[in-house]
């Protein structure tokens, strides 16, 4: 749970603060290949083998500007087939030899000095290799972002933390927020191509966009459940063995707010074709080994 009372940061501010620092952090901790959380918040979305995708439109481009990535889940959520159950829970490895990690500076925050200091704990990476072949996952057909998507991202090395402190003192007050851990603070993502059908392609250039001139969609906050209708006796005559009307289905990961184009119904993935079906074969970086990863 996060700090509360007098002294505590609000997460909002923490996510401001943090934006201030967090590519040197993740620069100087991880690496300039590194691709920063953009907001702690969010940080849970941004786990081991979750998906991003840029968010549709067909708005002009602003000064080079890509169209922003936002989380759409974890990939295990988003196939309908070619996945066997239990295949990621196999193909990860973790390290745990980063340790603790402390980071400050000082910036001028509206004309005022703001003192900003980062203290991490039990520091370390999840690696997933995983290999796959283009065609072998296909996206659900339902996913309502689907529709003109050519490409996404997914996440394969993920550095965590096991708990922050990030304090901010502006003149004779500080305000300190506490996040437990597990916690991503940062991460690495190989790019695939996307078929017409949601068939996961063939891996592509990961390009100048990331980290450099990334822009990100905050989630939306979620609205607080419902509270359960009261329950209505039966009236007089009427059997109580009656059906009760079924409970909607579960809808699809949708994307934050803004018009999406309507789902339809895809087709299958097509058969493999003839041949060796490893010949187009793919794989994330093999690993290195436990005693040569110990500072990367």
């Known amino acids: 749970m996060a700090d ?13 603060n943090w934006a201030l620092i967090r590519d040197k952090v993740v620069e100087e901790r991880f690496g300039p290949v590194a691709v920063p959380v953009p907001f702690l918040e969010d940080a849970a979305a941004y786990d081991l083998l979750s998906v991003l995708v840029r968010k549709p439109g ?18 295990a959520q988003l196939v309908q087939q070619g996945l066997e ?27 005022a000095p703001c ?27 339902d996913l309502p972002w689907l529709r003109g998507l050519r490409s996404l991202y997914l996440l394969h090395e993920v550095f965590y933390c096991g708990g922050l402190a990030l304090a ?18 940062a991460f690495c993502c190989l790019k695939f191509a996307l078929g017409p059908r949601g068939l996961l392609g063939p891996q592509k250039p990961l390009g100048p966009a990331l980290p450099a001139r990334a822009a990100w969609l905050k989630l939306p906050v979620p ?34 707010s803004g018009k999406w184009p309507f789902a339809r119904r895809r087709a299958q993935p097509a058969a493999p074709r003839r041949g060796d079906p490893d010949r187009h074969a793919m794989s994330l970086p093999l690993l290195p080994s436990t005693e040569s990863d110990s500072d990367g």
Do not use: M, N, W
């Not at 509360?4 to 401001?16: K, Q, T, W, Y």
């Open 4 to 16: 509360s009372g007098p002294s505590a940061l609000e997460i909002g501010e923490a996510d401001a």
């Open 58 to 75: 067909r708005a002009r481009r602003l000064l080079g500007r890509a169209r922003p990535l936002v989380p759409v889940g974890a990939l």
């Open 85 to 111: 159950p239990g295949a990621l829970a196999c193909c990860t490895r973790e390290y745990r030899a980063r340790g603790e990690a402390h980071y400050e500076e000082t910036r001028l925050v509206a004309g």
């Open 115 to 141: 003192h900003i200091q980062l203290q991490l704990a039990s520091v370390h990476k999840k690696v997933a290799f995983l290999a796959l072949r283009p065609g072998q996952l296909a996206l659900r057909p």
């Open 168 to 185: 901010v003192r502006r003149g004779q007050c500080q305000r300190t927020l506490r996040l437990p851990g597990p916690r991503p603070l």
């Open 223 to 256: 609205e607080p459940p419902a509270p359960p209708a009261e329950s209505k006796s039966s009236p007089e005559g009427q059997s109580p063995f009656l059906r009760t009307p079924k409970r909607p289905a579960t809808p699809a990961p949708s994307l934050p």
